[in-house]
């Protein structure tokens, strides 16, 4: 079922492209290839609205949804800025913002930024770098 999901959100993604959309997250990801500046997309992400997919594992009670990565072996939650991007997703979301998201991830799972017109990625070795960065800043650990 983790792998019909995956099929079916890089589906969904790559057919909807006839309006491009551009959200405060999706600018600072292109701003940060421009510049090969992966930090450009901390600030940003951490103060976004984001939809995470979910799965209800009792009644009542959920978990972060994990589907394949794009990398080879590992896992990563879906989200979205826009809620409808996630329409055609029957699973629960939750809407958090990116600092909850960072806080709560696991430290080995990845993120899959969706949007109607496509995607971003952050990897693991991406997400370990920027809780270094808060952990300066709040001089605490994250998991």
């Known amino acids: 079922m983790k792998y019909l999901l995956s099929i079916l959100l890089f589906t969904f993604t790559g057919t909807i492209m006839a309006q491009e959309t ?23 992400f951490l103060k ?3 939809y995470v997919i979910t799965a209800e594992v009792e009644p009542g009670k959920f978990e972060f949804f994990y589907t394949k990565s794009p990398k080879p072996d590992r896992y990563c939650v879906t989200v979205a800025e826009e809620e409808s991007t996630l329409a055609s997703v029957k699973w629960p979301k939750r809407k958090m913002t990116g600092l909850q998201l960072l806080t709560e991830l696991p430290k080995e799972i990845e993120i ?12 693991r070795e991406q997400l370990t770098w920027y809780k270094q960065q808060l952990a300066k800043l709040y001089s605490q650990k994250l998991p």
């Open 48 to 50: 976004s609205e984001l």
């Open 112 to 123: 899959v930024v969706t949007y109607k017109d496509g995607g971003d990625y952050i990897s």
């Open 22 to 44: 551009v959200t405060p997250l999706k600018e600072a990801f292109q701003n940060s290839r421009e510049q090969k500046n992966i930090a450009l997309i901390l600030p940003t």
